[in-house]
């Protein structure tokens, strides 16, 4: 258990949907990274916040969005879905600013209908 | 901008044998690489990492191997175990980034 919680777990939705994925990082950890798996595309970052702020981004697309709250949980918010979307949308986090010994949470598997 | 590769798809060797699973990078002046293992339907676990100021570095029955000059890395698990069964990735970061570069994997399968 690497102390960083994902919900839900499973989520599927139809197309034009929006959803929102959560993440709680370790206890300690100010840096929350999401990450999308799909099967041709590997692990590709999508952005980073630390302590609130957004500092990184990656291939997000501007469907999507996230956010960091005071309390340090984050959401991932993706909006107008499409069938390749579908994918695990993975949280990391880790203490500081850098991507150093990133911890990452159990996922969550999105599918698009 | 930086990518990061794995020479095999797929492992397999025999439970007890020793595991070389190897990847190569592209970005010189990236400064700290992690190896992850992935089980069936859960998150990338963290297995070791290195920095680019270090050549080997060892953890319980692994070793990570660094060679900048070829740009190259290895994770070598000794006395391989059926739990040890996973896709493995390496991932990098270059200096001042922000986010892990990942590999595509690499599938070891142990066999009884």
């Known amino acids: 258990d690497s102390g960083v919680t994902q919900t839900p777990k499973h989520l599927i939705t139809a197309t034009g949907q929006r959803v929102t994925l959560r993440c709680s990082p370790r206890?300690?950890?100010?840096?929350v990274y999401w990450y999308q798996q799909s099967l041709d595309q590997g692990l590709q970052f999508l952005i980073q916040?630390?302590?609130?702020?957004?500092?990184a981004k990656g291939n997000i697309l501007e469907r999507f969005s996230a956010q960091q709250f005071p309390d340090l949980h984050s959401e991932l918010n993706l909006s107008s879905l499409e069938l390749g979307d579908s994918a695990l949308y993975f949280c990391?986090?880790?203490?500081?600013?850098?991507?150093?010994?990133?911890?990452f949470g159990p996922g969550t598997r999105l599918t698009v209908t | 901008g930086e990518s990061v590769g794995l020479h095999l798809p797929t492992l397999s060797v025999q439970e007890g044998d020793n595991s070389i699973i190897n990847c190569a990078y592209s970005?010189?002046?990236?400064?700290?690489f992690i190896w992850y293992k992935q089980e069936s339907g859960k998150g990338p676990q963290f297995i070791i990492d290195?920095?680019?100021?270090?050549d080997k570095r060892q953890g319980q029955r692994v070793t990570v191997l660094l060679n900048k000059t070829v740009k190259h890395l290895s994770l070598q698990i000794a006395a391989t175990q059926p739990g040890d069964s996973a896709v493995y990735f390496c991932?990098?970061?270059?200096?001042?980034?922000?986010?892990?570069?990942f590999g595509s994997g690499t599938r070891l399968q142990v066999q009884p």
């Open positions: 990391a986090s880790s203490v500081g600013l850098g991507a150093y010994e990133q911890y």
């Open positions: 206890s300690g950890d100010l840096s």
């Open positions: 290195i920095r680019s100021n270090m």
């Open positions: 916040y630390y302590n609130g702020e957004e500092r």
């Open positions: 991932a990098g970061q270059g200096t001042g980034r922000r986010a892990l570069t």
């Open positions: 970005n010189s002046a990236s400064d700290y």
